[in-house]
């Protein structure tokens, strides 16, 4: 009994280092999005019931009928699930595109960048699209973004710090260089070139080779403006025709490693990377998204 007792703590021992060695390593683990996949409810699993023995089968006599043959009316197909709600697409894309009040539909081009926000970090992801699923670009995404110092907003206003969310195209590249690499129009900084915020100007939110008096009351000298404009791309933010005196202009997405005025900015080295891969031709649109 004494020896079964002193055998005791040995083998209890040797049955905690044999439960350990059974346990797995360790390892890193690699978070693929910023936030957790939106939950997905399953969709229930079809069932046919059995028959009921205590009902008598009943047969059916014909009846006679007035037409001269029955016809039989072929149901209709069943709808095919869109993409919006397709496993096939991103889900973070899917997440970003529903909080915006958007859906797969509005995404008319073949390129995508998305700015997503979460947590008080933005970051950059890029998608392309085959055969109607989008797919994301591994090599340009996970970027460090950085929005508007006031963060995002769905009602911007001209000189609130905010960056306008919402999907929006990207119009042309431009940039101090003569040539850049880049897919995009891409239109060079020259001495005297200005981007107008004046609301009360004729030529708000705009880019101009003009200058002279009663033009506008102020507008960003892009000759002056430094690194941040080596390259840069223009968000069509209310742009066009259908410009907004007030509303806001000069959104670009540009270089830069710091909160904006109202565009957003990344590495001037991850720009560029970008910039090689935006294509004119793909109708690349940017999406802005996210919660403060």
């Known amino acids: 009994m004494r020896r079964l007792t002193a055998c005791l703590p040995i083998l209890v021992c040797v049955l905690l280092l044999s439960g350990c060695m059974s346990l797995p390593l360790g390892q890193d683990s690699v978070i693929l999005d910023p936030v957790p996949t939106a939950y997905r409810s399953p969709s229930p699993v079809a069932y046919t019931p059995r028959p009921d023995p205590t009902k008598t089968a009943q047969t059916s006599v014909p ?40 859906d797969f539909p509005d995404l008319t081009g073949s390129q995508l960048v998305m700015v997503y926000l979460h947590g008080g970090k933005s970051q950059i992801y890029c998608y392309s ?37 919402g999907l929006y195209p990207l119009v042309f590249a431009f940039g101090h260089d003569k040539d850049a690499d880049t897919r995009m129009e891409y239109r060079q900084i020259l001495e005297g070139t200005y981007w107008v915020n004046d609301p009360e100007s004729a030529l708000y939110n705009q880019w101009t080779q003009q200058k002279g008096e009663g033009l506008w009351a102020y507008a960003e000298d892009l000759h002056n403006s430094g690194i941040r404009y080596n390259l840069a791309f223009v968000v069509g933010y209310n742009y066009g025709e259908k410009t907004v005196a007030g509303a806001g202009s000069g959104i670009f997405l540009h270089c830069g490693d710091y909160a904006t005025d109202g565009g957003i900015c990344m590495k001037e080295v991850n720009m560029r990377k970008l910039g090689s891969w935006l294509d004119q031709s793909a109708a690349p649109q940017i999406l802005i998204a996210g919660q403060n």
Request: charged share 25%; net charge negative.
């Open 129 to 165: 699209k085959e055969n109607d699923v989008w797919q994301l670009n591994r090599d340009i995404s996970y970027l460090r973004a950085y929005v508007g110092k006031n963060g995002l907003n769905a009602e911007k206003k001209e000189g609130d710090g905010t960056t306008p969310s």
């Open 63 to 102: 009846q006679p009928t007035d037409e001269a043959e029955s016809v039989t009316q072929t149901p209709e197909p069943e709808p095919t699930p869109s993409l919006a709600a397709s496993d096939q697409q991103p889900p973070l894309l899917s997440r970003a595109l529903e909080e915006s009040g958007l």
